[in-house]
């Protein structure tokens, strides 16, 4: 076998319809587009979300809720995985730079640290905010807990 005798399986492709191209190909006079309408015209595309006249969805569901555009987005970071990460680095201050090169944000991204799992090093952790469960934790083994 190479690649001269290749060829797809039985039955997986079909002839191109060709359209427009007389009647005794059996797909001229409209070309498979009906009679008259907007559909059948050269040009025609529907608006986005077009129902055919109905109403469209996304006027017939209410407006609700509210974004506030001030909102600040950050990265949670529990205490379990800032232990794990300490003891496989061996490391007894994290700092946002060492929490980028193990992978665990991006640069772009806010840090908070957050209480959940069990803290038994003696850290200086540094982020741009702190539950208050957290700054309690890190600093009730003498650690310290800067906020940038």
Not at 20 to 26: E, N
Not at 63 to 82: A, C, M, P, T, Y
Not at 86 to 112: C, F, P, R
Not at 123 to 148: P, Q, R
């Amino acid at each position: 076998m190479d690649l001269s005798n290749l060829k797809p399986a039985k039955g997986s492709t079909k002839k191109e319809k060709r359209i427009g191209r007389g009647t005794g190909s059996g797909h001229g006079g409209t070309s498979t587009r009906g009679h008259k309408g907007a559909k059948s015209r050269s040009g025609y595309s529907k608006k986005l979300g077009f129902e055919g006249g109905q109403m469209s969805l996304a006027r017939r569901v209410p407006k609700f809720g509210f974004k506030n555009f001030n909102r600040v987005e950050f990265k949670g970071i529990n205490l379990d995985s800032l232990q794990e990460l300490s003891e496989k680095k061996n490391l007894l201050v994290i700092g946002i730079e060492t929490l980028i090169e193990a992978g665990v944000v991006s640069k772009k991204d806010k840090i908070k640290i957050l209480g959940r799992g069990e803290l038994k090093a003696k850290l200086e952790v540094t982020a741009h905010a702190f539950s208050a469960s957290a700054k309690k934790a890190i600093e009730d083994l003498g650690g310290i807990a800067n906020i940038i």
